[in-house]
């Protein structure tokens, strides 16, 4: 008898490993590789968006959207303890009504504050997470006249998680950046970011990159937009320091040709000199963020952020705003020669993300 039990555990251990071989091998062969710059087509065959920027004053919104899984009501399972290994059946992805719920309440967003620039990140245009609805059709539609243009940063065939759910995986994703412009930019790109996770990690997980546009302005100068989404679970930050160090090569070399610098993104890290203690009150546990150094960027570059306003959750639950741990981590740099007119976070208590939207109205000098 036994020996029996010990056979039929060996049969099932074998399988397991069998289970585990199979996917690294799948992911490995399959794995999205992307480099360098690639120049991106527009994405919006009926836009009419005029030509040059004429005003001095331009208006820009950043907002994660979360891929429409993690609105107030939602959660994100990997997030939670065990995440990674187990998760409660049938909570891996959130239910179709609730994405399709969340995504309308993204496009009422959109269409309800308007802003020369909109910088969306984590929008799915097919995954098995957001049950394959084409989300950046939605943005689309929702300013038609824009110019758009979507930058990929995350396609895999298969993520297999949680790993002893393999019934219900995370599943197919593509997803990335969108960034909609009222101006026709003369070019615009997807620039490969450095810095990746170790095999096998790096299979399942994003391939981080900065969406570029050059938008001309009236009088021969140029406006440079980046949208970004830097890299998460990146427990030392080495990863997203790389990031970081490319971005400032990036606009420093923008902003020493003469053009305005706007970076909108979702950072995964704290601004300069943000109080994490006076936006967490009642919050039990403390759980400080990364944070960008003061030292980071020259004299002269500005962080336009909302303090009063948190831009993203914690999303391990159910948004409770009293339990959950708020922060602001969506926010804007801007060069030199832009001066800010406004900034100000869109408090929706997380109703339609994990993340919240922030706009900033700047002009130029």
Same mark, same amino acid.
């Given at each position: 008898?036994?020996?029996?039990?010990?056979?039929?555990?060996?049969?099932?251990?074998?399988?397991?490993?069998?289970?585990?071989?199979?996917?690294?091998?799948?992911?490995?062969?399959?794995?999205?590789?992307?480099?360098?710059?690639?120049?991106?087509?527009?994405?919006?065959?009926?836009?009419?968006?005029?030509?040059?920027?004429?005003?001095?004053?331009?208006?820009?919104?950043?907002?994660?959207?979360?891929?429409?899984?993690?609105?107030?009501?939602?959660?994100?399972?990997? *997030? +939670?303890? =065990?995440?990674?290994?187990?998760?409660? %059946?049938?909570?891996?992805?959130?239910?179709?009504?609730?994405? &399709? !719920?969340?995504?309308?309440?993204?496009?009422?967003?959109?269409?309800?504050?308007?802003?020369?620039?909109?910088?969306?990140?984590?929008?799915?245009?097919?995954?098995?997470?957001?049950?394959?609805? *084409? +989300?950046? =059709?939605?943005?689309?539609?929702?300013? %038609?006249?824009?110019?758009?243009?979507?930058?990929?940063?995350? &396609? !895999?065939?298969?993520?297999?998680?949680?790993?002893?759910?393999?019934?219900?995986?995370?599943?197919?994703?593509?997803?990335?950046?969108?960034?909609?412009?009222?101006?026709?930019?003369?070019?615009?790109?997807?620039?490969?970011?450095?810095?990746?996770?170790?095999?096998?990690?790096?299979?399942?997980?994003?391939?981080r990159c900065a969406l570029r546009q050059t938008i001309p302005v009236k009088g021969g100068k140029e406006l440079v937009v980046y949208n970004v989404h830097f890299s998460a679970y990146d427990v030392d930050g080495s990863i997203r320091g790389q990031q970081m160090a490319k971005m400032k090569e990036l606009i420093m070399e923008d902003y020493a040709a003469g053009r305005y610098v706007a970076v909108g993104a979702d950072w995964n890290q704290t601004p300069p000199g943000f109080d994490w203690f006076r936006m967490n009150p009642t919050v039990r546990t403390t759980q400080l963020p990364f944070a960008i150094g003061f030292?980071?960027?020259?004299?002269?570059?500005?962080?336009?952020?909302?303090?009063?306003?948190?831009?993203?959750?914690?999303?391990?639950?159910?948004?409770?705003?009293?339990?959950?741990?708020?922060?602001?981590?969506?926010?804007?740099?801007?060069?030199?020669?832009?001066?800010?007119?406004?900034?100000?976070?869109?408090?929706?208590?997380?109703?339609?993300?994990?993340?919240?939207?922030?706009?900033?109205?700047?002009?130029?000098?």
């Amino acid at each position: 008898m036994l020996r029996k039990l010990l056979k039929y555990l060996g049969y099932l251990v074998l399988l397991f490993v069998l289970y585990i071989v199979g996917f690294l091998i799948f992911g490995t062969l399959t794995d999205w590789q992307p480099e360098g710059t690639e120049a991106l087509q527009e994405s919006n065959g009926q836009m009419a968006a005029e030509p040059v920027i004429k005003d001095s004053i331009v208006s820009l919104m950043t907002w994660n959207v979360g891929y429409g899984g993690i609105g107030d009501k939602d959660f994100f399972f990997y *997030n +939670q303890a =065990a995440g990674f290994w187990w998760t409660k %059946p049938g909570t891996v992805r959130t239910s179709q009504e609730r994405v &399709k !719920s969340n995504v309308v309440g993204q496009e009422i967003t959109l269409k309800g504050n308007v802003a020369d620039i909109y910088l969306l990140q984590e929008v799915d245009t097919a995954a098995r997470r957001s049950h394959y609805m *084409n +989300q950046l =059709a939605v943005a689309r539609d929702a300013r %038609p006249d824009y110019a758009a243009h979507f930058a990929a940063n995350f &396609k !895999s065939k298969r993520v297999p998680l949680p790993l002893f759910q393999p019934w219900d995986h995370y599943g197919y994703v593509v997803g990335g950046l969108v960034s909609l412009s009222r101006y026709q930019p003369t070019s615009a790109e997807r620039i490969q970011l450095p810095g990746e996770y170790g095999w096998p990690t790096k299979t399942f997980q994003l391939d981080r990159c900065a969406l570029r546009q050059t938008i001309p302005v009236k009088g021969g100068k140029e406006l440079v937009v980046y949208n970004v989404h830097f890299s998460a679970y990146d427990v030392d930050g080495s990863i997203r320091g790389q990031q970081m160090a490319k971005m400032k090569e990036l606009i420093m070399e923008d902003y020493a040709a003469g053009r305005y610098v706007a970076v909108g993104a979702d950072w995964n890290q704290t601004p300069p000199g943000f109080d994490w203690f006076r936006m967490n009150p009642t919050v039990r546990t403390t759980q400080l963020p990364f944070a960008i150094g003061f030292e980071f960027m020259p004299t002269g570059w500005q962080y336009a952020f909302d303090p009063s306003v948190a831009s993203n959750r914690s999303s391990a639950a159910p948004y409770d705003r009293f339990k959950a741990r708020r922060k602001v981590i969506d926010f804007f740099l801007l060069s030199p020669n832009l001066r800010v007119k406004e900034v100000r976070g869109i408090e929706q208590e997380f109703r339609y993300s994990d993340h919240q939207p922030v706009y900033v109205e700047v002009e130029l000098l």
